[in-house]
């Protein structure tokens, strides 16, 4: 038997110490703890039971170091204690995860519906394991720390980006972090400088109904371990090494690496839910709860965390440093991030305890923080979003431009408002850089090349008769319903993505890219793929899938953004009228306009809009039209401060709508197709373009 001693507090979860491990875990309402040691992750019971009373206690945490265990040690806990109808569940029969575990094991025997009713299931129980806290090598990989004025984000799945056969990745590699390292180089020809993960902490697969898997990953197991499936080979250690691989690949190429984080919920869903984890532990502090012990669900999972409370708040806190210190991770961005601001009994807070912790940790204060602003309660928090320091995504930006370019009535001004920063949602001033993530898709909803192609949502692969997913999509299929042979159609739709990209990546804000919308990546009409680990899903890769015509409008579009970023989206947001002081006379201040100069038309039927940049008193640098009407329109151009060039087209062919040889303009005017947008430049920022 090992020698065992007290132990210490701190630091949570398992540590290495000269001697062994120390174990720490929070169980404030329990009186007995039993730390189980078991011989491998497929072992059905335990080779020791080590039993902690009242002295291995501080407080709320348990504690125990025990002589001769190490890296590698399988372990998880039974916890003791009242059960009280409706509050704390203990249930001693069920073998918990630490929730610090840094790595878990045992998938091949895990039954997920062992954890619930009232039966042993140590034969079918997953464990933690003791791993290294290893920090991550910040001085050979550094962050590469783009500021927010710099930022495109690129939303990815780690299994779906690399799983298909023509992706180029070798098969051992494919859906996995290292596949990702192997297509850095695709990442860098886009020109994204920022990637957005789904989730990586380890999630049950198991967590979704009969006869599918949870494949996106909203369902955490553990805020601390990578996702097992991910990684190359069956080593629950490599899994973090894995992770430490693709940040630094990353690093090195210059991108940025932001995490998707969910701590709004957990797997263990609503009282009917198994009890892995957290629940065992510590019920009360971790969930919402009515008085009466009823969960109360604003994540639409069957529980919500309570990070209110300081517990969850530590725990929550522990799991961020654990992936940017130890992992390297540059940024999170919180699913429903909006309920981890509810205090008791679901109440908003205004200072919320987590998010004030959050910003004033010297630990974190580097990292790029991006919150959803709404959660299935109804709260919907954006300018007010309460904390200084996270950014939010604008779903008013999809909304408005999904809106305009659809010819809805009513959209002109919205789009107006999107464009130039959406000081209406901003208390009148455009939102700061960082402030507003900006976005037309995501990984719940339509791709873009659905968004264009499909009226109605088609869910019937996912098993629930299409009852799942968003039924208000603000998409269009311009005529036919799914893929068409029609020529006139598939032009359109070639033009409307066009006219969305172009719109999302040269206005104000923070852009936001979804995976293979830059080749016309298509999921079949499907908005909520979250189970689907099929091509339906994948990343497209090929000549044959891949809209590389597309892809090449994508590239050069970000090219334009980065190169003319004080044209379109500078620090300081442009002004709205002509400077008045001399002194002022080359600074870029914004005029409207409509199909005539100065006369913006903001009624409900318009469809068409047009703006300036005007340099001082020396004329127009940069003029764009939109025209979202069935009909060509023909618009007058204000005086250029040097001759105009014609930058963008989108009613032009492939290749001739945004090209790399820009030609000067000479009419006094530009007529515009119908559905299209155009970008004229003068000449002298031209002559700063490389395409």
Known sequence: MSTIHRGNPWPLGSTITPRGVNFSVAAPAANRLELLIFSDAEAKAPEQVIELSEQHRSANYWHVEVEGLGAGCCYCYRVFGPIEPGGHGFRPAKVLVDPCARAIDGWKIYQRVAATGTSPNSDRCLKSVVSERDPFDFQAHPRPRHSWQDTVIYELHIGGFTKRPDSGISRDRRGTYLGVIDKIPYLKEIGVTTIELLPIQAFDPNDAPAGRDNVWGYSPLSWFAPHHEYAVGAD????????????????????????????????????????????????????????????????????????????????????????????????????????????????????????????????????????????????????????????????????????????????????????????????GKAASLGSSVNLITAHDGFSLLDLVSFNNKHNLANGENNRDGENHNNSWNHGVEGPSSNRAIQALRQRQQRNLLSTLLLSRGVPMLLMGDEVGRSQGGNNNTWCQDSPLSWMIWGDDHCDHELQTFVRRLLDVRQQLASLFNPIQPHNEKKPLRSGDSDKLWRQWHGVELSKPDWANWSHCLALSLQQGHQGAVLWMGFNAYFKSMHFDLPEAASPWCRLIDTALPAGEDLPTQIERWTPSGVPLEARSLVVMVAQEYADRLSL
């Open 236 to 427: 629950p250690h490599s899994a973090r090494d894995q992770v430490r691989e693709l940040v630094a690949a990353c690093h090195d190429a210059g991108i940025e690496v932001l995490l998707d984080v969910v701590y709004n919920h957990t797997t263990e869903g609503n009282r009917n839910g198994p009890t892995l984890s957290w629940r065992g532990f510590a019920d009360r502090n971790y969930y919402h709860q009515s008085d009466a012990g009823e969960y109360m669900d604003v994540s639409g999972c069957g529980n919500s965390i309570a990070a209110n409370d300081p517990l969850s708040r530590q725990l929550i806190l522990e799991s961020l440093r654990c992936w940017a210190i130890e992992l390297g991770i540059d940024g999170f961005r919180f699913d429903l991030g909006i309920a981890l601001s509810r205090g008791e009994k679901l109440k908003p807070l205004e200072h919320p305890p987590l998010f004030e912790a959050m910003e004033a940790d010297p630990q974190l204060s580097e990292l790029k923080l991006v919150s959803e602003p709404w959660d299935c309660g109804g709260l919907y928090r954006l300018s007010d979003f309460p904390a200084k320091r996270i950014g939010t995504w604008n779903g008013h930006f999809r909304d408005a431009l999904r809106s305009f370019w659809k010819g809805d009535e009513g959209s002109t001004w919205a789009l107006g408002q999107r464009f130039r920063g959406s000081p209406d949602l901003y208390n």
